[in-house]
């Protein structure tokens, strides 16, 4: 049973391109959270979708960012127009129901993305 | 407001040193749950261990141990008997059941194990 998969494990971006992170859940797992580290920080929620539906968006940056969970495929968070400040480590964990209750989170490995 | 405090940002111990990583945390909710992860330097994250508000007994496992005390809102991890590749940054996090989905997590302590 896989993990919870994340790619590109690296990607690089000039500033002002777009960046993509994909992030196939643990299979069974309709829900999905997103969450940034900045350098040297703890880890910052930012978004949690279940299939088709964003159900919290809260800590996600208002302008530049985007999150999906379509019926087929991964999830995806999308950054518009990079900076240097995006430049982070994201990860993304699942679970099979709402809420961490009885499961906790399982992370994936995470996307280091850097912006020169 | 949830918030999880790690007040030791790095620490330094020798090999087969125990140490003790604090973690403080607030919350108004009366169940909410504290985790532990593990960050070694590739970067993936570790789940160590889940505890529920309801439960305060201390857990062993192996070398780790925790010791949660809500008097005090504290769930403070010890490392007996450290090892070089238990070198890593150690995150506390919290997640209210009312918040259901978000875990806060602490600002993280760098342990280095030196032989």
């Known amino acids: 049973n896989a993990g919870v998969m994340q790619n590109p494990r690296h990607l690089v971006r000039r500033r002002g391109q777009e960046a993509r992170l994909r992030c196939s859940p643990m299979?069974?797992?309709?829900?999905v959270y997103w969450y940034r580290q900045l350098p040297e920080e703890g880890l910052k929620f930012m978004v949690y979708?279940?299939?088709?539906?964003?159900?919290?968006e809260s800590g996600m940056p208002k302008e530049r960012f985007s999150a999906e969970f379509p019926k087929e495929g991964p999830s995806i968070l999308r950054i518009q127009q990079v900076v240097r400040g995006d430049s982070a480590a994201y990860f993304c964990?699942?679970?099979?129901?709402?809420?961490?209750?009885?499961?906790?989170?399982?992370f994936g490995s995470g996307t280091r993305l850097t912006v020169v | 407001a949830q918030k999880v405090t790690q007040a030791q940002t790095e620490i330094s111990v020798v090999e087969k040193e125990d140490v003790t990583l604090d973690c403080v945390y607030e919350?108004?909710?009366?169940?909410?749950?504290l985790f532990w992860y593990k960050q070694p330097p590739s970067g993936e994250l570790v789940f160590l261990i889940r505890?529920?508000?309801?439960?305060?007994q201390n857990e062993i496992s192996g070398r780790y141990s925790w010791n949660f005390q809500k008097s005090t809102s504290s769930f403070n991890f010890t490392i007996t008997a450290s090892q070089v590749v238990d070198s890593a940054v150690y995150f506390c996090?919290?997640?209210?059941?009312?918040?259901?989905?978000?875990?806060?997590f602490g600002g993280g302590t760098r342990l280095m194990v030196k032989p």
């Open positions: 505890r529920n508000s309801f439960d305060e």
């Open positions: 979708l279940q299939k088709e539906n964003i159900i919290d």
């Open positions: 919350t108004r909710d009366t169940t909410y749950y």
């Open positions: 996090a919290l997640s209210e059941k009312n918040a259901g989905n978000m875990l806060t």
């Open positions: 964990a699942s679970s099979p129901q709402r809420g961490t209750g009885n499961y906790g989170y399982t």
């Open positions: 299979k069974g797992h309709s829900h």
